[in-house]
C-alpha cells in the first residue's frame, strides 16, 4: 500500500510539473491558443510472450468510443505544444497455440497527452510527438472457443491492470484535417503482481504473461481550431441563398 501511494504521488508531481512548465512558458510567449476534438480509429496490436514464448496477436478494430479534446499553443507558423484530455478504448486479440481458444482483452481509459507539433501549422502540414498518461477505468475479458463465446469477465478499476499506463506517440497531420498516429504502452497491460483466489488455492494469473500494446490510428480535425471550423461550416451558403448573407464572417 504504501509503494502504490508513493507511486501516486510521484505520478502527480510529474504530470504538475509538466503542467507548470507549459504554462510558464506559455504565459511568457506570444502566441495563438485554441481548443480542437477530434474522435479516433484505433488498429491496435501488441507484442505477447506467455511463460516465455512470443504469441502472434490479431488485428483489433475499435472505432468507439475513442475521442480528445486539447489546447493548443502555436508559438509562430512552424511550431506549438498541446495538451488535454482523452478517452481510449484499447485492448488486444489473440488465439492460444494449438487450441481453438481465441481471447479478447479490452480497458477503457481517460489520458492526458502532452506533445509538441513542428511543420507547416498554418497549411495544416506538420509532425507532432509526445507522452500521454493514462488510468484504466473498466476492464472487459472475453473468451471464445470454436468461436462460442464461453465466458465474459468486467471489472470497474480492477485489479488485473496496473492502476495507470504510460505511452509514447508520433503522428503527421494533413491539410484536410486526415491525421495517421502511431502509439507504443510502455507499460505492460496487465498486472504482473494480480492475484487470484480459485478453489483449488491462489493463482498468479499474469507474472508470466507479458503485453505490450501499440497501435495505429487515424484521427480527423485533431489540430483543427473549434470556432474556426464551426465559423468555415456556417459561412457556406445554402442552396438557393445569395452568399452575401454570410459576408460579415470573412
Do not use: C
Not at 488485428?59 to 478517452?87: E, I, M
Not at 486479440?93 to 511543420?119: A, C, H
Not at 463465446?149 to 485489479?159: A, P, Q, Y
Amino acid at each position: 500500500m504504501l509503494t502504490l501511494f508513493t507511486k501516486i504521488i510521484f505520478m502527480q508531481k510529474f504530470i504538475l510539473s509538466l503542467f507548470a512548465t507549459l504554462f510558464v512558458f506559455t504565459a511568457h510567449a506570444q502566441l495563438k491558443r485554441y481548443t480542437s476534438s477530434s474522435g479516433e480509429m484505433i488498429f491496435s496490436f501488441a507484442n505477447i510472450a506467455k511463460q516465455g514464448n512470443a504469441i502472434d496477436s490479431r488485428l483489433r478494430w475499435s472505432p468507439v468510443f475513442n475521442g480528445q479534446v486539447l489546447l493548443n499553443y502555436d508559438f509562430n507558423k512552424t511550431s506549438g505544444l498541446f495538451h488535454g484530455l482523452a478517452l481510449r478504448n484499447v485492448g488486444f486479440i489473440y488465439e492460444i497455440p494449438g487450441t481453438d481458444t481465441l481471447k479478447k482483452f479490452r480497458s477503457y481509459n481517460v489520458g492526458v497527452p502532452i506533445g509538441f507539433k513542428l511543420g507547416n501549422l498554418k497549411r495544416g502540414l506538420f509532425l507532432y510527438a509526445g507522452y500521454e498518461f493514462e488510468i484504466p477505468f473498466h476492464y472487459k475479458e472475453k473468451t471464445f472457443v470454436n468461436e462460442e463465446k464461453k465466458e465474459r469477465i468486467r471489472s470497474w478499476f480492477t485489479n488485473r491492470q496496473n492502476w495507470y499506463t504510460q505511452s509514447l506517440f508520433v503522428g503527421i497531420n494533413f491539410p484536410k484535417g486526415i491525421n495517421l498516429k502511431f502509439k507504443y504502452y510502455i507499460n505492460e497491460f496487465f498486472n504482473p503482481n494480480y492475484i487470484q483466489t480459485l478453489s483449488g488455492g491462489k493463482s498468479n494469473l499474469f507474472q508470466s504473461f507479458n503485453v505490450n500494446i501499440f497501435y495505429f490510428a487515424v484521427d480527423w480535425n485533431v489540430f483543427k481550431d473549434i470556432k474556426e471550423y464551426n465559423k468555415g461550416k456556417k459561412s457556406k451558403p445554402q442552396e438557393g441563398k445569395k452568399e452575401e448573407r454570410y459576408s460579415y464572417l470573412y
